[in-house]
């Protein structure tokens, strides 16, 4: 069976240790969290976006064990097909001369990024999109010397009117 990039979005309770709990029962499936997002959405909820790896068998039987956790609430997988798919990263990059400072600005805007930090040596790029819009800037930063990386980890929302929410 061939191993695929998976989506899930959970709904749990906003509480202390839910996190711990769901993270746990992935780790004891052997599985590997690719990429996890974590945001309150009301005073007593929260949402989870996982990316995992895996066949759809096994990633099945992620989803039914997450299911039985009880600060679990609502479980769906995300088709990254019919999603809009987000990620956020920051970037610090080596700039210590003005023309190399017009080059990266150049390009963030090529990308759609922006200048959030400037110093005398370094700046600090936010850049949103996908995975691979990130990745391609990334690449053309490495030439410039990248400092730190920060990123996020996916978000998704389905397209349309289908909803993963508390009904």
């Known amino acids: 069976m061939s191993e695929e990039e998976h989506i899930i979005a959970v709904i749990t309770e906003h509480k202390p240790g839910v996190l711990f709990q769901v993270a746990n029962m992935i780790r004891r499936r052997n599985f590997n969290i690719e990429t996890i997002s974590v945001g309150q959405v009301d005073t007593d909820i929260a949402r989870m976006t996982i990316t995992l790896r895996g066949d759809r068998h096994t990633v099945e039987q992620v989803v039914k064990q997450l299911s039985k956790l009880v600060s679990v609430i609502k479980i769906s997988e995300i088709d990254p097909r019919n999603s809009i798919i987000r990620e956020l990263a920051l970037i610090k990059t080596h700039a210590p001369s003005t023309s190399t400072r ?16 400037v110093s005398p040596d370094s700046l600090v790029v936010e850049i949103t999109g996908t995975s691979d819009k990130i990745d391609a800037f990334l ?3 490495r030439g410039f010397g990248v400092k730190e990386i ?18």
């Open 102 to 117: 017009n080059d990266i600005i150049q390009y963030a805007n090529i990308f759609r990024a922006r200048i959030v930090d």
């Open 139 to 141: 690449d053309l930063m």
């Open 150 to 167: 920060a990123r996020t980890g996916i978000t998704a929302l389905v397209r349309g009117a289908r909803t993963v929410k508390v009904e």
